[in-house]
């Protein structure tokens, strides 16, 4: 890193330098305005050596800026955080790395992820990294160009993990020319958006991604059988619009409950009131479950024959459960264990292109923390507070509905079904 002491400008004077470059769409992107703004509220300056600005819809923009700040490690801070924008160091050198002194054990300088697409420079070439995800590690083997991310406990000891930030490049989302619900709400957080045009798109593109055979996960909270929505999120996955589902122990005695006692925590759902002895339902629903064995076995010997887990079993979904220590029970199916509940989520995740989260804070936060950028996230909940977290979290591309889980599943139900009916006028109408 360089010492810039011949600088012209008396407020670099014996600061530290890097040049960097940004190239692609970085205005109307708003990532050049953005990498401006970072320099100067962490501290830092900027001169701007280079820019060139793309003139046409399919021109990209270059800009090659030199950073100043008044040390190194302030510097470098400011060099990860420009990352995120798409910056890359003007230097050609590889990345670097060290190899883990123990298992699970890091490296001092080691470089934590991001959700982005990201590169490393390996043996004078631009290698991809495998398996994005937020808030891993890079190990790479330079024999083969190879480099993936690992979570830091998966490290083992004298494997090659990516230190600093030389020889790194993340590639940022660019900002879509189509006027698409992704693209031009982002994650905006409201309770004030057009909901009805906002679900008719996603459900466009829940029809988009099943009729290519894509994945949809939806992250499932109780308050989906509380609130009623369990038929309507049962009829999603009966009609092949759900490949993976995510929850915890309080979905599935709930929606069992439902089933077999007709209640949701003693609340009974037909008229919302209390039943005499209710209290003891969901107790009874995970009793029932495990005297049988496991869900799948209650629906295969006819104990649950309905419901959102009878579905899930009956149409080959992923299911994976996430135990806590709140957990009544729990059920048999639920995995106790919090790290291999991880592993089995982030092997879940492969392959999805889309991801509903509906009334459930942690395990959204949980999996949106696992998945790529480029992953469509909508995240459903009543209280607004629930949604900003998980975009204060780093799932930036998640697109925040304030409502209530009931309308909203019902909405998108009807609004599948009138996408599908539609879809099969138009058929027939070409037919003929």
């Not at 998640?398 to 909203?408: H, N, S």
Request: proline share 4%; glycine share 8%; charged share 20%.
């Amino acid at each position: 890193m360089a010492t810039d002491s011949s600088h012209a400008s008396k407020g670099h004077m014996n600061s530290f330098s890097e040049e960097v470059t940004l190239e692609g769409h970085i205005i109307d992107s708003w990532s050049l305005p953005r990498a401006f703004d970072t320099i100067m509220d962490m501290g830092g300056s900027f001169d701007v050596q280079e820019i060139q600005v793309g003139r046409a819809k399919d021109e990209v923009s270059f800009a090659r800026l030199k950073v100043h700040a008044q040390s190194e490690k302030k510097l470098e801070a400011i060099l990860l955080e420009l990352q995120t924008f798409g910056a890359i160091l003007a230097s050609r050198d590889d990345v670097a790395y060290e190899p883990a002194p123990a298992n699970g054990v890091l490296p001092k300088e080691f470089y934590s992820t991001t959700h982005l697409p990201t590169q490393v420079r390996l043996n004078g070439r631009w290698t991809d990294v495998k398996n994005t995800e937020m808030d891993l590690v890079i190990v790479v083997n330079p024999a083969y160009s190879e480099a993936r991310m690992i979570p830091s406990a998966a490290v083992v000891q004298g494997e090659l993990v990516v230190v600093g930030h030389d020889g790194i490049r993340i590639l940022p989302p660019q900002r879509s020319r189509e006027r698409e619900v992704f693209s031009f709400m982002g994650s905006n957080v409201s309770s004030e958006h057009p909901k009805r045009l906002v679900i008719e798109e996603i459900a466009n593109q829940m029809r988009e991604i099943r009729g290519r055979g894509g994945k949809i996960l939806i992250v499932a909270g109780p308050a989906i059988v509380h609130s009623g929505a369990g038929p309507h999120l049962a009829k999603l996955i009966r009609d092949g619009y759900v490949q993976v589902l995510f929850g915890g122990n309080a979905i599935a005695t709930h929606d069992v409950e439902s089933v077999l006692f007709g209640t949701s925590l003693g609340v009974a759902l037909h008229n919302g009131r209390p039943v005499p002895g209710g209290h003891r339902n969901h107790m009874a629903a995970i009793n029932t479950i495990r005297g049988v064995g496991s869900l799948r076995k209650a629906v295969d010997t006819g104990v649950l024959k309905e419901g959102v887990m009878y579905e899930c079993i009956k149409n080959d979904v992923e299911l994976v459960l996430a135990g806590s220590v709140r957990d009544d029970g729990p059920m048999p199916d639920v995995i106790t264990d919090t790290a291999q509940a991880q592993l089995r989520m982030r092997s879940a995740l492969i392959g999805v292109e889309m991801v509903l989260m509906i009334a459930t804070m942690l395990h959204s936060i949980a999996t949106g923390n696992m998945l790529k950028a480029s992953v469509k996230v909508v995240a459903v909940d009543i209280n607004p507070a629930v949604v900003t977290k998980l975009a204060d979290r780093g799932t930036f591309q998640a697109l925040g509905l304030v409502t209530d889980a009931e309308l909203f599943v019902r909405e998108l139900s009807s609004a599948i079904a009138t996408g599908e009916k539609k879809d099969a006028e138009e058929a027939v109408e070409e037919g003929s």
